[in-house]
Structures are given as C-alpha cells and as structure tokens.
C-alpha cells in the first residue's frame, strides 16, 4: 500500500500557475461558431430558396432565361406584389387581411359598372373604384380598432361581403369595352420594362421609405411588438392601424385596376386566388404573423419566389392543381432555411 506524501501534494499545488488553477476551474466559454455559421447567418433563407428555384428552373426548361419570359413573370406579378405591400403592414401591426382579393374584384366591378352601366366619365370612375377599395380598407379598420373584433374575423367578413357585392353589380357579368388609354396601360413599356412593374418597384420604394425612415412607418414596428406599450409611448395606435388598414384596401384596387387593364375585362371572380399568394408573398419574406417584424425587401424576394415558381411550374407542364401542393412545400421550406438562418446570426452574436 502506497501512502502519499502530504508534503509532495503540497508542493505540486503550489508549483501549479494561476492561469492552471483556473482553467481547471473556470468552465470553457461557447464555440467560436463555424465560417459556415457565420455565412449562412448574413444570408436570408428566402434569397436562398430563390437562387435556388431559379437555378434549377434554368435548367429544367430553355425558354425560363428568355427575355419575354422574365418580362412576362413581372406583368404576373405586378398585381399581387402591389397587394402584399399593404398585406406586410398589416401583418406587421399584428394584423390580418383577408379581403384584399374580394376588395380587388368589387373595385374593378364598380369601376366598370359606373363606366359601363351609368355611363360616368372613365376617369371618375376610375377614381372612384380606388375609393371603394380605401372605404373597405378603412371598414376593415374601424371594425377592429372601434369594434374590437379580431383581424380575422372583420376581414373574413368584410371578404364575404365584398365578394358578394362584386356578383351582385352585374349579375354576376363582366364588364368589357374600357378606353384604349387604359387597356394599353399595361402593354407599355418603359426602356423595356413593362409599365406595371414600374408602378410596382414605386409602391415598394414609397412603401420602404415610409416604413425605414418616417416615425409613421417605424411605430408600425411598434404596435406589432407591443401594443400596449406603444401606446403609452405616446403613438396614437387607433388611428395609425385605420391608416394601414386603409392603405391595404387602396392597394389592393389599384392591383384590380392593373387586372382590368391587362385583361380588358373587370370580372366579379378576380383576386379570388389572389388570397393565397399575397400571404405567402409576405410569410415566405419573413414576416412574423404575430407581428412587428416584416421587411418590404424580404417580401420583394417572396414575390419573386412566387412568381418564378409559378411560371416555371407552366413552362414545364406541371398541372394546375398541383401547383399550389409545390407551393405549399415551397413555403414550408423557405420558412424553415429562414429559422435556421435566424439561428446562426443568433449564435454568433
């Protein structure tokens, strides 16, 4: 039996330096995260998802990279992007609209009722299918600010309404004949860049600018986050959610114009499939359904993901109605690349 020497232990332990002593007890601090962390957290998951669809889709189909083509993907997406410009500041005020599709249909179907049918002026009846579209976004506004019904409720029933409206005018018929001004509106181009995509790359720079650098735009952040304390911060939230709400209604009949422009015909069924798309437009950009995160250049690359995903499931003869089933998976991937990214910038800080 081996019997230690008390005065050896001390000896080494004492001969032990400072900076020994405290590595052993001093635990070791988190990993320097990996040039791959690193990378994929400065990359949005979205523009990956993107990168991606485009590549292969380049790939799969020779006519996708065609010039007409890709002009072709901004007229389809003209109307749907300017939609979700108004669908991404309602989301991020903790919000929900969905009647931007029935808002489209009964704007175009009063403006070409009252051209048509009344024989009114175009330009007045112009105007005032815009201000159809601002009424029921100021509606859906008053419902849950003065109501205090939930988003998705006051929209669903404005939605209802408003896609009944849209029959009713006409009897369910389409309205045709509108000026030559009009239909040719969105046959023009401008350095050969269609005049809607135009109108929308404006609505999204207006749009950004408000919401980066006008104190109107950032409390939009604000009352998403917290309701309450942005209300005892002093921003008037009742009235800034009746704006946006308005602003969402106005958008969406000026996409209803574009429609009616592009197909010379206003009918009561447009902007029904229109729904999906605007929410996933702003889901696949990031935005957060339980409100105050959002950005207008996530929700450009989400439009592009939808419009390049369903051109390019046309190009390659995918049936219709497994279209939105591709579309579902896309959205679910893109969601989850974009949690993953949020992750890593999250570790390395």
């Given at each position: 039996?081996?019997?230690?020497?008390?005065?050896?232990?001390?000896?080494?332990?004492?001969?032990?330096?400072?900076?020994?002593?405290?590595?052993?007890?001093?635990?070791?601090?988190?990993?320097?995260?990996?040039?791959?962390?690193?990378?994929?957290?400065?990359?949005?998951?979205?523009?990956?998802?993107?990168?991606?669809?485009?590549?292969?889709?380049?790939?799969?189909?020779?006519?996708?990279?065609?010039?007409?083509?890709?002009?072709?993907?901004?007229?389809?997406?003209?109307?749907?992007?300017?939609?979700?410009?108004?669908?991404?500041?309602?989301?991020?005020?903790?919000?929900?609209?969905?009647?931007?599709?029935?808002?489209?249909?009964?704007?175009?179907?009063?403006?070409?009722?009252?051209?048509?049918?009344?024989?009114?002026?175009?330009?007045?009846?112009?105007?005032?299918?815009?201000?159809?579209?601002?009424?029921?976004?100021?509606?859906?506004?008053?419902?849950?600010?003065?109501?205090?019904?939930?988003?998705?409720?006051?929209?669903?029933?404005?939605?209802?309404?408003?896609?009944?409206?849209?029959?009713?005018?006409?009897?369910?018929?389409?309205?045709?004949?509108?000026?030559?001004?009009?239909?040719?509106?969105?046959?023009?181009?401008?350095?050969?860049?269609?005049?809607?995509?135009?109108?929308?790359?404006?609505?999204?720079?207006?749009?950004?600018?408000?919401?980066?650098?006008?104190?109107?735009?950032?409390?939009?952040?604000?009352?998403?986050?917290?309701?309450?304390?942005?209300?005892?911060?002093?921003?008037?939230?009742?009235?800034?959610?009746?704006?946006?709400?308005?602003?969402?209604?106005?958008?969406?009949?000026?996409?209803?114009?574009?429609v009616t422009s592009r197909l010379d015909s206003a009918q009561p069924t447009a902007g029904a499939?229109?729904?999906?798309?605007?929410?996933?437009?702003?889901?696949?950009?990031?935005?957060?359904?339980?409100?105050?995160?959002?950005?207008?250049?996530?929700?450009?690359?989400?439009?592009?993901?939808?419009?390049?995903?369903?051109?390019?499931?046309?190009?390659?003869?995918?049936?219709?109605?497994?279209?939105?089933?591709?579309?579902?998976?896309?959205?679910?991937?893109?969601?989850?690349?974009?949690?993953?990214?949020?992750?890593?910038?999250?570790?390395?800080?």
């Amino acid at each position: 039996m081996t019997v230690s020497d008390p005065s050896t232990n001390a000896a080494a332990t004492s001969a032990a330096s400072p900076a020994t002593i405290a590595a052993r007890t001093v635990p070791a601090g988190p990993r320097e995260p990996s040039p791959w962390k690193k990378w994929a957290g400065r990359v949005p998951g979205p523009l990956v998802g993107l990168v991606v669809i485009f590549v292969l889709l380049s790939i799969l189909s020779p006519y996708f990279l065609t010039p007409r083509n890709l002009l072709n993907i901004v007229t389809q997406i003209s109307a749907v992007g300017i939609m979700s410009v108004g669908a991404l500041m309602v989301i991020i005020i903790g919000g929900i609209d969905l009647s931007v599709g029935a808002t489209l249909a009964l704007s175009s179907m009063v403006m070409g009722f009252l051209f048509s049918y009344s024989g009114m002026p175009f330009e007045l009846a112009l105007v005032l299918g815009l201000a159809v579209g601002g009424l029921i976004g100021l509606l859906n506004g008053i419902l849950v600010t003065v109501g205090r019904l939930q988003p998705f409720i006051a929209t669903l029933a404005t939605m209802s309404a408003a896609t009944g409206l849209a029959v009713f005018i006409t009897g369910g018929n389409t309205v045709n004949g509108f000026p030559e001004w009009f239909v040719s509106l969105t046959r023009l181009s401008i350095a050969g860049v269609p005049v809607q995509g135009l109108i929308l790359l404006a609505v999204f720079l207006l749009a950004a600018f408000w919401l980066r650098f006008r104190p109107g735009g950032r409390a939009l952040y604000a009352i998403g986050g917290n309701e309450e304390v942005a209300r005892l911060s002093g921003i008037p939230v009742r009235r800034t959610k009746l704006v946006v709400y308005t602003i969402a209604g106005l958008l969406a009949a000026l996409g209803g114009l574009l429609v009616t422009s592009r197909l010379d015909s206003a009918q009561p069924t447009a902007g029904a499939a229109d729904l999906l798309n605007v929410i996933a437009v702003v889901v696949i950009g990031g935005a957060s359904l339980a409100g105050g995160t959002g950005s207008l250049l996530g929700t450009f690359v989400g439009l592009l993901i939808i419009g390049v995903l369903n051109n390019g499931l046309s190009l390659l003869g995918v049936s219709p109605n497994l279209q939105p089933v591709v579309l579902g998976a896309v959205i679910v991937a893109a969601v989850l690349t974009d949690r993953q990214a949020r992750k890593a910038q999250s570790g390395e800080r």
